[in-house]
RNA sequence: GCCCAGGUGGUGGAAUAGGUAUACACGCAGCACUUAAAAUGCUGUGGCCACAAGCCAUGCGGGUUCGAUUCCCGCCCUGGGCACCA
């Protein structure tokens, strides 16, 4: 039989069922050997049937696979499909077909594909995001995330797609374009569930770091996150008469003091510049700050600024940011702000430039020094001040600074002498210092910069008579080594163009150091060679820009930070104003909350029922005093009060054993009030009262909504300590406290348990509660150290209310537990409605409901999830996918995890590997999966392009595809052929003929495996060579380098004349990975009846890849000039002997003498001549 | 504009702790087998020169080095991502 019967008798098919049956593809629970887990990006089943570009990676993990189960690796590798989303239900909406029939078809058609490519999944793990089972626990974890306060709902401007009629998150939103479908997204204020992921961003982005990502996919994802470090300040709003005076920089006064013309409000701004404060000129605020509707009767033109705003938000997101567009504003006028580092009083403007979402919405304008406010500033004429100057340090030998040497600094010009007639400018050579420059000299004490660069003129090259002198460009510095001086010289310069009259001329020309010519302008540029100076004549051809450069500046025009570099600026100012109590050090990130809800049917829906009565209902709040406390005394009765206006209902308690206080007395007191208490209620205990908070919580086991234990008495102290308790308060019963505070443990499991949202805060300054005390806490608590709280003893506690005042209900009730999975009803209809509800609002009897809690009327959230959210933690569900209790065991988790490889497209980058890093970072705080990070290793597979080097579409028809393959050559030729194409990593274009080189290398093969002679003896070069394939294609696999180690394997099979029966077996082991069906295949006819693939992978020998004999390259002078064939390990006195016999290197070192010699054993030898 | 990746024969690509550039494969050419073609096998295949020797070639221009595809500096081009983010 051949190669090509064997596929023409589905050879391929029949190892295909067999491996199904023996189910040799199994993962074990908690087996034995080392696991591996290798996943693949599970795809989204689409209409249109498997791409080439899909079996790319599935290929690269399956080779992978099988390799280390070879290697006696118990292999996680796992299938499933990511079936909610669009795609699937436009087409129903098309068909009239129901999205669940239609994605049962496509998933149907994938696994065909996927199964026809012989991938070694177990099946068993299979696991589809739209069946209830599996999105049971979606919803699970979303009320988790709920429950943390991670989910919010908001009526927020979000992008919205007209064509899908939904909103979407950033990350969908491709150049102002909805991702599905290209439509153009507009924005539009909707009610949205959102999740903080923002709360997350340092974790996401630190974490980064220790992953064995690709740098480039790091890359995207730090751009994403975009942290910022820098300040905000706050500018205060004064009204202003425009009869009146600009009020300058009122020396020796407060620079912070503000007249009576201060209107109570300041104005905050986020800069990454604070080094630029006093090039601030002006201030901009965004369309939609709220700063307008509070000075509404302040701002005279405020018809013009509401009419800005009003067409400012009619612009798309696309309109508004197009860099293209001119900018546009309109000045506040009747108000304006007061810059705090000096002073001055600078205009407000709106303008739709400064974005409402970024930073605080406003922005100081520093126009020399940034390109935005540039332009702004030279748009609408308003003031430019100069405070970073471009520094230029000498690195040339000649002009390099000598430290030995004094420096002097002074004040210089540099001018430009334009020609009385032609377009030329006389430039001065001077020759021995390598300098070729314009005219330049320093300024005298006596005289202004202008009447030195006239000077300077007249006396270098004699003319005299000017025409006009005008200034270009700003200040630079310039710090070099003035040779014919002999001393360092630091310049801080300007530059004047001087226009010269006529030709009238005097003889009196200082030419000591330098030769002066006429040079046409079209040469200056290459005639110059002074970087200051080639500066600023391309200032003067090419106009000036704002100069943002950070690194290259120092300070001028700024007070304190004058001759500061920026970098060292930025802290002095932040400090400055961290001092002043204008400003603080503030860190901003680019990254939004994710817009969760999507107003379409196919999703999970979202697992909230609103209750109108509960919203309504009073929360309670229960505040436990602590030791010698009582309800009526610190911060409790205000904060009773505050809350109490807040709609809260407030106990505080005082137990009668406040002063010796005894566990059950204080139980006793306290259950009643804790009975009244449920899941969104909340405890607040101070000190010993946070150790009585725990122990109630525990002993009636009640489910609390919010615990907070502000200086909380808990874990244990030395000895010394409470005998420093007794000392300072010596009539007061420590023995009691102590037995209450440390003399039965808390069971902390239970607890964590019990309390949904669990805080500690503690101040570092704390006399009695170390923060040592808190070391050994469970996960799940958060933790805050404050500073400068002591014990948490004051009359007023804004902070904790603040705090307590973000738990209040929303009137939102998570549907039970035990109530999952909310299933999705059956619909006729699930066309978008475009109102900002999804089509499920209209199933009457599935939104009508009964509140879980109180039981009155109540009604579903319509709204359902993004196709994101069952793809954000699917690889924790197929380490446990039949489990009904929770979403994975934890146990099986903790052999599982983490992934160890991750393979799919880039694509991906930001969406779902920023989710996915996100849901399991919380699911890892609540305690239930292992690891922070998910996925230790990751690779992107490039893209298969068309055969012409294009994306294949189906608009161009130059889609590949892979069923076509199969048939026509197989699956382990095709699969082969895609991981020789090239590196997994880079985009490739397919190449239909190259195909055939696989094919050919298989068919040999074939046929060498059954024509070799079961008494053959293989050479010793070939023994060699096979040992050195099996240790390089093992390297290649677990480096992913799958196109070499087929290469190799070719290389071997090209030198196999003569074969043996265990070199047969050996190589076929090692192919086995990559031709699964057909190495299968040769196994069986060699008399196997056990799968290869329950084999072990081969040892190479270390002794047996050495070779006997090496090829030495002789050089002379870099250049190869022999090659010899040397044994091994031949010594250097040897070789070079040899190598000196050449006839051709005899011809080369004839008459030379040879000044070196290099040798590198094993290589080659370097003679220098 | 900013960030990332890359640029090697006719094509896909090998080779970088600096050490024989072009492995392997496709394609092409020639030969063998055949009446012929296909398939298969063998040989050749970067350019100049064409026997050898030599010279020139890894996007362009510099630099470091005995020696650079590999390291450094400055450009050009292609692909991907972000973009009025202060």
Redesign the pocket.
């Known amino acids: 039989m051949t190669y090509k019967d064997f596929l023409k008798d589905n050879g391929e098919g029949k190892w295909q069922d067999q491996w199904e049956k023996s189910q040799i593809n199994r993962a074990e629970d908690f087996g034995s050997k080392p696991k591996k887990y290798v996943l693949d990006m599970f795809p989204y089943p689409s209409a249109a049937g498997l791409h080439v570009g899909h079996p790319e990676g599935y290929t690269a993990t399956d080779i992978y696979s099988r390799y280390f189960r070879l290697k006696g690796f118990n292999v996680l590798h796992p299938m499933g499909w990511d079936a909610f989303g669009l795609p699937a239900e436009n087409y129903a909406i098309k068909t009239g077909t129901q999205p669940k029939v239609i994605t049962e078809q496509n998933i149907k058609t994938f696994k065909r594909q996927i199964m026809s490519l012989g991938f070694s999944y177990d099946w068993n793990r299979e696991i589809n995001t739209t069946d209830p089972n599996y999105y049971k626990w979606t919803q699970w974890i979303f009320l988790q995330l709920f429950k943390k306060g991670l989910a919010y709902e908001a009526t927020v401007p979000i992008n919205f797609c007209p064509s899908c009629k939904t909103g979407l998150a950033n990350e969908e939103v491709?150049d102002g374009k909805c991702d599905r479908c290209g439509t153009e997204v507009i924005k539009k204020d909707m009610r949205q569930w959102m999740l903080r992921i923002t709360a997350y961003a340092d974790r996401l982005l630190s974490g980064l770091d220790n992953l064995d990502w690709t740098?480039?996919i790091k890359?995207?994802q730090r751009?994403?996150i975009?942290r910022?470090e820098?300040a905000e300040v706050d500018f205060a709003v004064i009204a202003s008469e425009p009869s009146r005076a600009k009020r300058g920089n009122p020396a020796g006064s407060s620079r912070l003091s503000v007249g009576s013309d201060f209107l109570g409000m300041t104005i905050r701004v986020?800069?990454?510049?604070p080094d630029t404060l006093f090039g601030a000129t002006y201030m901009v605020i965004?369309p939609e700050h709220k700063l307008i509707e509070e000075l509404k009767g302040k701002i005279k033109n405020i018809k013009e600024v509401e009419k800005y705003i009003a067409q400012a938000k009619n612009k798309t997101d696309l309109e508004?940011?197009d860099?293209a567009?001119d900018?546009t504003g309109v000045e506040l006028k009747g108000i304006s702000a007061i810059n705090p580092v000096n002073g001055t009083e600078i205009p407000v403007w709106i303008s739709?430039?400064?974005?409402a979402s970024?930073?605080t919405?406003a922005?100081m304008a520093v126009p020399y020094h940034?390109e935005?406010d540039w332009e702004f500033a030279n748009k609408f004429d308003l003031p430019i001040i100069q405070v970073v100057a471009p520094l230029f340090t000498a690195v040339t030998e000649k002009d390099k600074i000598k430290l030995d040497k004094e420096t002097i600094r002074r004040k210089m010009v540099c001018v430009l002498v334009k020609h009385w007639a032609d377009d030329s400018y006389y430039c001065l050579d001077w020759g021995k210092h390598d300098w070729k420059s314009f005219v330049m000299g320093g300024v005298e004490a006596n005289e202004t910069p202008e009447q030195a660069a006239v000077r300077e003129m007249t006396e270098e090259t004699g003319y005299q008579n000017v025409k006009s002198i005008k200034q270009i460009g700003g200040e630079i510095h310039n710090n070099h080594y003035a040779e014919h001086k002999g001393v360092n010289r630091y310049a801080d310069s300007l530059c004047f163009l001087v226009e010269l009259k006529n030709e009238k001329r005097s003889d009196k020309i200082d030419t000591e150091h330098h030769q002066g010519d006429w040079i046409s302008s079209s040469e200056v540029k290459s005639f110059i060679n002074l970087p200051n100076h080639k500066w600023y004549w391309d200032i003067f051809q090419n106009g000036e820009k704002a100069f943002v450069d950070i690194d290259s500046g120092v300070m001028i025009n700024s007070e304190f930070l004058n001759d500061l570099r920026p970098s060292e600026a930025i802290g002095k100012m932040t400090s400055w104003l961290e001092e002043n109590k204008c400003g603080h050090k503030a860190v901003?990130y680019?990254l939004r909350d994710w817009v969760f809800s999507r107003q379409r049917y196919w999703g999970e829906p979202i697992p909230l029922v609103y209750c109108e009565n509960c919203k309504k209902q009073k929360q309670k709040v229960l505040i436990i005093h602590g030791w010698e406390g009582s309800g009526d005394g610190n911060w409790f009765p205000w904060m009773k009060r505050e809350l109490e206006q807040n709609g809260f209902e407030v106990f505080t308690p005082t137990m009668t054993t406040s002063a010796s206080p005894k566990i059950e007395k204080w139980m006793e007191e306290l259950t009643p009030y804790m009975e009244k208490m449920g899941e969104n209620d909340i405890i607040i205990g101070h000190s010993l009262g946070s150790n009585a908070a725990l122990r109630l919580i525990e002993k009636t086991g009640k489910k609390i909504g919010h615990l907070f234990l502000v200086g909380s008495a808990i874990g244990k102290l030395s000895d010394e300590l409470w005998k420093l308790f007794e000392q300072g308060a010596p009539s007061s019963d420590v023995k009691s406290l102590r037995e209450f505070w440390e003399g039965r443990p808390i069971d902390w499991e239970k607890v964590t348990q019990l309390a949904i949202n669990k805080n500690i805060i503690l101040s570092d300054d704390d006399p009695y509660i170390h923060t040592d005390t808190h070391k050994d806490l469970p996960e799940g608590w958060n933790f805050e150290l404050w500073h400068g709280h002591k014990h948490f003893t004051v009359f007023e506690a804004p902070e904790i209310l603040k705090k307590v005042l973000a738990c209040k209900t929303t009137g939102w009730i998570p549907v039970p537990e035990n109530e999952l999975p909310l299933t999705l009803p059956e619909v006729d209809k699930y066309e978008p409605t475009g109102t900002g509800e999804s089509p499920l609002v209209n199933i009457t009897d599935w939104v009508k409901t009964k509140c879980p809690i109180c039981g009155g009327e109540a009604h579903r959230e319509t709204n359902t999830m993004p196709q994101w959210a069952g793809s954000s933690w699917y690889w924790l569900r197929f380490i446990d996918p039949q489990n009904d209790k929770v979403f994975a065991d934890l146990e099986k988790l903790k052999y599982f995890m983490p992934v160890d490889v991750y393979v799919g497209g880039?694509e991906h980058a930001v969406l779902h590997l920023l989710y996915g890093r996100f849901w399991n970072m919380v699911l890892y705080d609540l305690g239930y999966v292992p690891q922070e990070e998910p996925f230790t290793k990751l690779v992107n597979q490039g893209m298969i392009l068309a055969e012409n080097g294009e994306k294949m579409s189906k608009s161009q028809g130059n889609v590949i595809n892979p069923d076509d393959q199969v048939k026509e050559n197989g699956a382990d030729a095709f699969r082969m052929y895609e991981m020789?194409?090239?590196?997994l990593e880079?985009?490739?274009?397919w190449?239909t003929?190259?195909i055939?080189?696989i094919s050919?290398?298989l068919e040999?093969v074939w046929n060498l495996v059954n024509n070799f002679s079961n008494d053959g003896t293989i050479t010793p070069e070939l023994e060699i060579l096979l040992h050195k394939t099996i240790k390089k294609v093992g390297e290649d696999i677990e480096n992913m380098?799958f196109?070499?180690a087929i290469?190799a394997m070719?290389?071997l099979i090209?030198e196999s004349k003569v074969v043996s029966k265990e070199f047969v077996e050996k190589f076929l082991i090692i192919l086995a990975p990559f031709a699964p069906h057909m190495t299968e295949e040769l196994w069986n006819k060699l008399g196997h009846k056990e799968s290869i693939f329950k084999e072990a992978w081969p040892k190479y020998d270390e002794s047996k890849i050495k070779d006997e004999e090496i090829?030495l390259?002789i050089?002379i002078?870099?250049?190869?000039?022999a090659?010899l064939k040397l044994p091994v390990d031949i010594s250097e006195a040897d070789a070079i002997k040899l190598a000196k016999e050449d006839d051709?290197v005899k011809k080369y070192l004839e008459g030379a003498e040879i000044k070196?010699t290099?040798f590198?054993a094993n290589?080659?030898i370097?003679f220098?001549i």
């Open positions: 491709k740098e480039s890359a995207l751009n994403w975009g910022s820098g986020y800069t990454t510049r965004s508004r940011t860099l567009k900018k739709d430039y400064v974005l970024y930073g919405g922005i940034d935005r901003n680019k880039a020789f194409m090239g590196p880079d985009a490739k274009p190449n003929k190259g055939i080189g050919r290398f040999k380098r196109n070499t290469s070719m290389v090209n090829e390259v050089q002078n870099g250049k190869v000039r090659k051709n070196k290099i590198v290589k080659l370097s220098v």
